[in-house]
C-alpha cells in the first residue's frame, strides 16, 4: 500500500531508497559549492581603473584615500602642504608629559571606520566615567546639579531635542531665543551646540543640527584614547605611505582640462595623473588657494562659499599643579572659551596638569582681538570658575594654536550655517569630468561632517566613484 | 456570521485532519546590492586580516501543516512558518566582527503533481511521491551587527527602521523518498524564493557604518535558494484512513 500515491506507483523497494537517497543528499553538499561558482560581482576586486591618482592633503581623508588605492594596486602620491602629515589631528610635544592634543582628539561612536583603525594600532581608551562640569551663574556645577535647575527642560529640548524640531532654519541662537531660554543658560547653550561644532550659536542652523542627529550612524559614545595620542597613531598607521607622501608641497593649480590632471605646487614642479582627489580642507578652498584650470563649475564654487566653515583656537595651559576634579574632562560654558577640556584625564597624563580651551566663531575673534592679554582673559574666567585665584597663579605657559589663521587650514570644522540646504554637500562631493574628485569632512553629506571618521568615509565614496566611472 | 463561523470551522476541520511539516535545509541568499556593503567594509578595512564575507550561506527551519485541497488532482495546500538565519564573522586585532540577517517568513505553499492536471492522481493524505511547488510569502527581515562589544541593534533599533517586511513567490520540486513506520514522510526538496522588493533601509549602515556612497538600502531581487529535508507526520483521520485505503483498493 502507497500512503501518498494511490494510483499504482509502487512504493520504493531498498535498492531505489539507497540510489535516490544517495542522489539526494550528494545533490545537496554539491549545491552550495554550485552557488558559490556563481561568481558574483565586487566593484573593488573588479575594478578596471589601473590609472594613477594624486591626492591633494595629506590629512586623515587623503592619507586613508591613499592607503586604500594602494591596496587596490593603483599608483598614488599624497601632496601635503605642511611638513607633517595629519591635518586637523594634530599634537603638541613636549608641553607635558603627554603630547597635547591641538585639534580633533576624541572619537565619536565605535560604530565607524575610525574606531577601527584605532583598535587596530592598538589605541586603547578612556574609561567613559569622566564628567562634564558647567559654569553656570558664576559656578562650576556638575550634569546632575545642572539637570536640577528650573529651565534645564529648554535647554535639553533646543539641544538633545532638535532631532524632533518642526520650526523654520533658524539660527540656534535664535532657536534658544523663541524656546524662552533664560540667559543664564546662554553660554551653556552657545557651547554645546556652537562651540562644539567649530563654530558660535548665531551661525550654526537648526536644520543642520537636525540633519546630523537624524542621519548619525556612529553611535553615542564619546572616546579617547589613553596610550597614545592621534597624531603619533597615524603615523604608525599609514607608515607604509612614507615614500608615497610628499611633504612641503603646496598644490596651488589643479589643471584638468587635458587627457591627464597636471597638478602644480607653488615651487613650479609638475605631475600627472588620470584622476586627483582633493581632500584639502574647505578653508583653503573657500580663500581660492588652489587654482582649478578650468574654473570649477558654478555649483562647486557656491557649495564651497555656502557650507560654514568658521575659526577656531585652541589653547594649551600648562599649570604647576591640577586644579579640578580628576575625574572631570571638560568644563562648558565660558565667554572667553565657551569649552575647556582636560586632556590628560582618566589617565592619559600622570599629571592631568593641562587645559586646553576650545575656542571657535565669534568667540575667536573676540579672542584674538584681545592679542597679548587673551591668556589672561582666560586665567580670569578659570579663575572665576573655581572661585580661588589658583588657576592663575599656577599657571605656566601656553601655547595657541590658529587654526583660523593658518592659511592652510582656514578654520576647524564644516557646519550648515541656517536656511542652507542639505545638497550643497552633495553637490560639493560630485566629482568634476570625472577626472577631479572631492573627499575630505566638509564634504560628507550624510550627518558625519565635522569627524574624523566622516572624512574617511568621504574617502571611500570618492574612490567608488573613481572606480565605477572607470 | 454565520459566514464566519462555518468558515473558522472548517478551518478546524482541515488542521484537524491536516499532517504536520518540519523542514530543516540549507539556504543561499543572492542579494548583490546587500554584498557590496561586505565588499566596502572589507575593501575600507585594508588593515584586516580576516575578511567579512557577504550574507550568501545560511541554514532555515520551517513548520507547516500540509492541507488537502484536491487530492484527486494532487493539490495541498501548506501554510508554513520559516526562519532563516545567515551569518557573517570576523576577528581582527581580538575583536570580533559579526554581521546577521534573521528572515522570518510566512508563506502559502500550493503543492501539486503536473501529472494531476491532466488526469486524476488519486493522492493520499500527503500528495504523490514527486510534487512541485509555488509559494506566496511574506518576510520581516531582521539584521543585527556587532563590532566588539558595539551592538549597533542597542544604538539604533529604538530610534531608526531597522526591521522591514517584504513579499515573495517561489517555487521548486521535491521527491518523498521514504516512509518511516508509515508515520514520517521523509522529503528532500529544493526551491526558489524570489523577493523583488527587499528592502531595509539601514542594512547597509550594519555592515559599513556611515555610508557615503549610496549602497543599496534595497535589493533589487534577492534571491533566495533553499535546500531541505522535509518530516511529515502522517496522521489521517479513521474516517480519512479508510477513505484512502478505499481509493486505493478501487
Known amino acids: 500500500m502507497d500512503i501518498w500515491e494511490q494510483n499504482g506507483t509502487q512504493e ?12 539526494g543528499v550528494s545533490s545537496l553538499f554539491v549545491l552550495p559549492y554550485f552557488l558559490q561558482s556563481c561568481k558574483r560581482e565586487n566593484l573593488y576586486e573588479d575594478s578596471n581603473f589601473k590609472g594613477s591618482v594624486g591626492i591633494v592633503g595629506g590629512g586623515i581623508s587623503g592619507l586613508y584615500a591613499a592607503l586604500m588605492l594602494k591596496q587596490a594596486g593603483v599608483n598614488v602620491k599624497v601632496f601635503e602642504a605642511s611638513n607633517n602629515i595629519g591635518g586637523r589631528i594634530k599634537s603638541l610635544s613636549g608641553f607635558s608629559d603627554f603630547n597635547v592634543p591641538l585639534g580633533a582628539f576624541q572619537t565619536f561612536g565605535r560604530n565607524s571606520v575610525w574606531c577601527d583603525l584605532l583598535n587596530a594600532n592598538g589605541a586603547s581608551f578612556v ?14 556645577i556638575s550634569k546632575s546639579e545642572l539637570q536640577n535647575q528650573a529651565s534645564y527642560s529648554i535647554l535639553e529640548e533646543i539641544t538633545d531635542g532638535l532631532e524632533n524640531y518642526s520650526g523654520s532654519d533658524i539660527p540656534c541662537s535664535s532657536y534658544a531665543q523663541v524656546a524662552g531660554l533664560p540667559n543664564d543658560f546662554l553660554t551653556i547653550h552657545n557651547a554645546l551646540t556652537g562651540n562644539s561644532n567649530g563654530t558660535d550659536a548665531t551661525q550654526i542652523g537648526t536644520e543642520g543640527l537636525k540633519f546630523v542627529r537624524q542621519h548619525w550612524q556612529a553611535g553615542d559614545d564619546v572616546l579617547t584614547i589613553s596610550n597614545t595620542d592621534l597624531q603619533s597613531l597615524l603615523e604608525v598607521a599609514f607608515g607604509s605611505l612614507t615614500n608615497d607622501i610628499s611633504l612641503n608641497t603646496r598644490i596651488s593649480t589643479i589643471s584638468y582640462g587635458g587627457a591627464k590632471v597636471v597638478l602644480s605646487d607653488s615651487d613650479g614642479n609638475t605631475s600627472e595623473f588620470d584622476k586627483v582627489i582633493v581632500t584639502a580642507p574647505l578653508g583653503v578652498l573657500k580663500a581660492q588657494l588652489i587654482n582649478f584650470n578650468p574654473d570649477l563649475p558654478p555649483q562647486h564654487i557656491q557649495a564651497i562659499n555656502a557650507i560654514g566653515f568658521d575659526k577656531g583656537i585652541r589653547v594649551a595651559l600648562k599649570f604647576n599643579e591640577r586644579f579640578w576634579p580628576d ?76 587654526w583660523g589663521d593658518n592659511d592652510l587650514f582656514g578654520g576647524v570644522k564644516s ?20 577626472k577631479v574628485f572631492f573627499a575630505g569632512e566638509a564634504t560628507h553629506f550624510s550627518g558625519h561632517h565635522g569627524t574624523i571618521h566622516g572624512a574617511m568615509e568621504s574617502s571611500i565614496r570618492a574612490i567608488q566613484k573613481i572606480f565605477e566611472n572607470a | 456570521m454565520r459566514i464566519l463561523a462555518t468558515i473558522l470551522f472548517n478551518l478546524l476541520v482541515k488542521l484537524a485532519i491536516s499532517q504536520l511539516s518540519l523542514s530543516m535545509g540549507y539556504t543561499n541568499l543572492n542579494a548583490s546590492e546587500w554584498d557590496e556593503a561586505f565588499h566596502q567594509y572589507n575593501f575600507s578595512h585594508p588593515w584586516n586580516e580576516q575578511k567579512l564575507t557577504p550574507l550568501i550561506h545560511g541554514y532555515q527551519a520551517k513548520l507547516g501543516y500540509l492541507l488537502k485541497i484536491k487530492p484527486s488532482r494532487s493539490i495541498y495546500l501548506k501554510p508554513e512558518f520559516g526562519f532563516n538565519r545567515y551569518q557573517s564573522k570576523a576577528e581582527n586585532f581580538g575583536e570580533t566582527a559579526l554581521m546577521r540577517l534573521d528572515i522570518y517568513s510566512l508563506h502559502a505553499n500550493l503543492n501539486f503533481n503536473p501529472r494531476g492536471i491532466f488526469r486524476k492522481a488519486n493522492a493520499g493524505p500527503i500528495g504523490t511521491r514527486f510534487f512541485m511547488y509555488t509559494n506566496l510569502g511574506v518576510h520581516l527581515l531582521s539584521p543585527y551587527s556587532q563590532k566588539g562589544d558595539f551592538i549597533y541593534n542597542d544604538q539604533f ?10 513579499w515573495s513567490f517561489g517555487g521548486g520540486i521535491g521527491y518523498r523518498t521514504l516512509l518511516i513506520a508509515k508515520k514520517i514522510a521523509v522529503t528532500p526538496y529544493a526551491g526558489a524564493r524570489i523577493i523583488p522588493n527587499a528592502y531595509n533601509k539601514n542594512l547597509p549602515y550594519y555592515v559599513a557604518g556611515g555610508d557615503q556612497t549610496y549602497l543599496q538600502e534595497k535589493a533589487r531581487m534577492a534571491l533566495i535558494w533553499d535546500a531541505n529535508i522535509e518530516f511529515v507526520w502522517i496522521f489521517p483521520s479513521k474516517k480519512q484512513k479508510q477513505a484512502d485505503y478505499r481509493n486505493l483498493k478501487t
Open chain 1, 12 to 23: 520504493m523497494n531498498r535498492k531505489d531508497f539507497l540510489v535516490k537517497s544517495t542522489l
Open chain 1, 127 to 140: 574609561a567613559t566615567d569622566l564628567q562634564q562640569n558647567y559654569f553656570f551663574n558664576q559656578n562650576l
Open chain 1, 415 to 434: 557646519f550648515y550655517p541656517p536656511q542652507l540646504s542639505e545638497e550643497v554637500r552633495t553637490i560639493l562631493s560630485t566629482s568634476v569630468l570625472n
Open chain 1, 327 to 402: 575625574n572631570v574632562s571638560e568644563f562648558v560654558g565660558g565667554t572667553v572659551a565657551p569649552q575647556y577640556f582636560a586632556p590628560g584625564a582618566g589617565g592619559v597624563s600622570l599629571t592631568n596638569n593641562v587645559l586646553v580651551a576650545d575656542i571657535n566663531g565669534s568667540y575667536a575673534d573676540q579672542f584674538e582681538a584681545l592679542g597679548a592679554d587673551g591668556i589672561a582673559a582666560i586665567l580670569s574666567e578659570l579663575d572665576a570658575m573655581f572661585n580661588s585665584d589658583i588657576p592663575s597663579t599656577t599657571f605656566v605657559s601656553s601655547h595657541i594654536e590658529n
Open chain 2, 157 to 166: 533599533e529604538k530610534s531608526k527602521e531597522t526591521r522591514s517586511l517584504a
